[in-house]
């Protein structure tokens, strides 16, 4: 066994066991391998490994990434930061983007994605610690960012996702996991598909376990997976 197998074989297993004191069910959670700066072979091994879910921060680097690895049957989700202006490839090589923000952003995607006749599953990003330093629609924004999404026939807004406070204790990130587990349950009140809205992508190598017990479907591990990552 590879030690990328190993680390995914010890991951599955800190899911499964946070699913279990929680009460869930672990094939309710997906794991989404975080490859920002991983060498193409060692993403390959991972998934080789098991690793079905892929996730990219920078359009550049993925896209030679995704070309090298086309004949892995592989999901792809766009995890950073998207300039309007990189919407095309976007919409051409991810299956998911999990970092929409703003309305402008949403408008780009639709028209790329419906030039190419495919729909788009995103997720909106929320910034529930309000940094200045973070991407994110405000949580007393959402409401208004889920609607103008909503109205374009080529997304289909899947749920939400954050990147909260950085706490050296996991624990102390609770709250704001859970806060945007409830932003979720308020905008499915609300939504004409709540049905489509199942999605909550929160937590990372440091914190995911706490983030599952907080109602997570989706965590995105890289460290854990892949080992300290290169500059």
């Known amino acids: 066994m590879t030690a990328i197998a190993e680390n995914l074989s010890v991951v599955r297993k800190r899911i499964e066991e946070a699913c279990l004191r929680c009460g869930r069910n672990p094939s309710d959670v997906r794991l989404v391998g975080v490859t920002k700066t991983v060498p193409v072979e060692r993403i390959r091994e991972g998934v080789l490994a098991g690793i ?37 490839v976007a ?8 970092t929409v923000d703003r309305e402008s952003l949403a408008r780009e995607l639709n028209r790329q994605v419906q030039k190419r006749g495919k729909r788009l599953s995103v997720l909106l990003q929320v910034n529930v610690g309000e940094e200045e330093s973070k991407s994110g629609v405000s949580p007393g924004g959402l409401p208004d960012l889920f609607r103008a999404v909503s109205q374009y026939d080529g997304l289909i807004v899947r749920g939400l996702m954050t990147l909260p406070p950085y706490f050296d204790d996991p624990n102390a990130v609770r709250p704001y996991l859970r806060m945007l587990r409830q932003l979720l349950e308020q905008l499915r009140e609300a939504a004409s598909r709540p049905e489509e809205l199942t999605e909550l992508s929160m937590g990372m190598s440091n914190d995911f376990e706490v983030a599952i017990e907080e109602g997570s479907t989706l965590v995105r591990i890289g460290t854990a997976l892949f080992g300290s990552r290169s500059t």
């Open 52 to 88: 079905t879910i892929l996730g990219e921060n920078y359009i550049q680097e993925a896209r030679k990434k995704i070309e090298l690895l086309s004949d892995m049957k592989v999901s792809w989700h766009f995890i950073g930061h998207l300039q309007s202006n990189k919407a095309a």
């Open 91 to 98: 919409a051409e090589c991810f299956d998911w983007v999990e």
